[in-house]
């Protein structure tokens, strides 16, 4: 009996170890990954890519050395002096080794070794109400257009690509026309009355040297803002002060670092930059008066870590009290939202997409696809539906067969491409709203393309709401070899999908 407890009670002192340690781990994933961020779901990655991708990148930002982690490696002398200046990498560490040790055990004993990827159980028919028109920008393989917008001002579709080229689609023709030749590749393109803003991003790969730019040309003339802009991917123009000059509203993507900036022009034409938000991953706005009080308020959409939508509320010229309405895991990928009365309640709902995947975890993820968030009526939101879609990452959202309730367009630069490449792009025809239930249809085989754009209005202005998606085949992530070549081949950078509902 002596024996028996001589042997029990190391057990005991070893698995109370064990717990307690499990239980600091535990705490430590809390403090240490919510400092910043919304708090991830460990079980949303698996084993591999904690280990050697995420938990790494930690470690470096938590100035503690990761063997084999070359957090400068592969860069340029300048790209590598603007990332030590970022301030983003701690010099000193900020925990213990012993602490990081506990945290990275805790953290791959509770992640999977894999992501169940059960999204294609949905049943999907042919797309038959829309007539397809694709369309060619030059001779040339391959497409690389990297704006693609609907001026509802104007009542046309404007295009941009890569080489810095402007178009604007003709309708009657079914071609592109072009406009202007920019420089580099080109992310936003804005006419506003006789003046037009052309936004270069600079870079298309993550960086965090600054040098976009952002052009005015204004009877014929073109000057550069005095300002560089770092990685801009949406620009919007808008008088919010009421003073009869337009101030410019820029996404600075960024990437360790970034910004929303707003940039107000004087009578004398001086410009001037203030920082909005000061964070990186800011993608989009959309300009409201979200509380009823007269003033123009900006919705952003943040990814990069601290993902989520944002309230700006404008509370005195040029002011703004910021307010975060939503929040996001840091691995959801957010990057497109839209705003909507999905309820017809008379407030602002807002559709979220979330499938950006080219990033340090590139593998499918069961949360990718479009969650609508009705509003209450004073801006607190609620996600009521989720569709799922591997690597979702832009959508249309508009009443296409106008029987009254919203129908979707959805493309997919990241799904499935080797399981189910069909499901890139899916249009959800409303059945009924109230439950949120959806018929989803598909392109046919005909008509594939590695899409990176989409956006919808009446292009051929016969009263009904037409789709247009474009195609991107530059190097985002892998394809296989037999589909890169059929979209290399394509013979076409755009397509059109043409209402049928008003002939």
């Not at 991003?201 to 040098?211: D, F, Q, R």
């Not at 943040?302 to 005195?316: F, H, K, M, P, R």
């Not at 249309?396 to 792009?425: C, R, W």
């Amino acid at each position: 009996m002596k024996g028996f407890v001589q042997l029990i009670i190391p057990i005991l002192f070893f698995v109370s170890c064990s717990e307690n340690m499990s239980k600091k781990g535990g705490e430590l994933f809390v403090t240490q990954c919510s400092s910043c961020h919304a708090l991830p779901r460990i079980k949303d990655l698996p084993k591999n890519l904690w280990r050697d991708q995420v938990l790494p990148e930690m470690g470096a930002r938590m100035g503690i050395s990761v063997s084999d982690y070359n957090l400068l490696g592969g860069f340029s002398f300048q790209e590598q002096h603007a990332i030590l200046n970022s301030g983003i990498y701690s010099v000193k560490p900020q925990t213990s080794l012993e602490d990081w040790k506990l945290l990275n055990e805790y953290i791959i004993s509770v992640a999977p070794d894999s992501l169940k990827n059960n999204q294609y159980q949905i049943q999907v028919a042919e797309l038959s109400n829309f007539e397809f028109s694709p369309v060619d920008v030059d001779s040339s393989d391959g497409s690389s257009i990297m704006f693609a917008k609907f001026d509802t001002v104007k009542n046309k579709l404007n295009i941009a690509d890569t080489r810095g080229r402007v178009f604007e689609y003709d309708k009657e023709d079914k071609s592109l026309k072009k406009l202007l030749n920019g420089s580099g590749p080109i992310s936003s393109f804005i006419e506003n009355d006789s003046i037009q803003y052309v936004t270069s991003i600079g870079s298309l790969s993550p960086t965090e040297i600054v040098n976009g730019r952002i052009f005015e040309i204004n009877d014929n003339t073109v000057q550069s803002l005095p300002i560089d802009f770092h990685r801009p991917v949406h620009t919007s123009v808008y008088d919010f002060d009421e003073d009869g000059i337009d101030e410019i509203l820029v996404c600075e993507y960024g990437n360790l670092t970034g910004s929303l900036s707003l940039i107000s022009k004087s009578p004398s034409n001086i410009f001037k930059k203030k920082i909005l938000l000061g964070q990186p991953g800011t993608i989009r706005t959309i300009v409201r008066d979200m509380n009823g009080d007269g003033k123009s308020d900006i919705v952003v959409m943040t990814a990069q870590g601290n993902e989520g939508v944002s309230i700006l509320y404008q509370t005195d010229s040029l002011n703004f009290k910021s307010e975060q309405v939503i929040h996001f895991s840091p691995v959801y990928g957010s990057s497109w939202f839209e705003m909507v009365d999905y309820d017809n309640d008379g407030d602002q709902d807002i559709i979220t997409v979330h499938g950006d995947n080219a990033d340090k975890t590139p593998v499918l993820k069961p949360y990718h696809g479009m969650r609508i968030h009705l509003n209450d009526g004073a801006n607190n939101f609620e996600e009521i539906f989720f569709f799922p879609l591997n690597g979702a990452t832009r959508s249309v959202s508009a009443d296409f067969d106008q029987d009254g309730d919203i129908d979707f367009g959805l493309i997919s630069t990241f799904p499935d491409y080797k399981n189910h490449p069909e499901m890139s792009f899916v249009y959800l025809e409303n059945v009924d709203q109230d439950k949120f239930r959806f018929e989803t249809k598909i392109l046919g085989s005909d008509f594939s393309g590695r899409w990176f754009l989409i956006d919808s209005g009446d292009f051929d202005q016969d009263g009904d709401i037409d789709i247009a998606l474009s195609c991107a085949t530059f190097n985002f992530t892998a394809v296989p070899s037999k589909l890169a070549q059929v979209y290399e081949d394509n013979p076409w950078d755009m397509l059109i999908l043409e209402n049928l509902l008003i002939n």
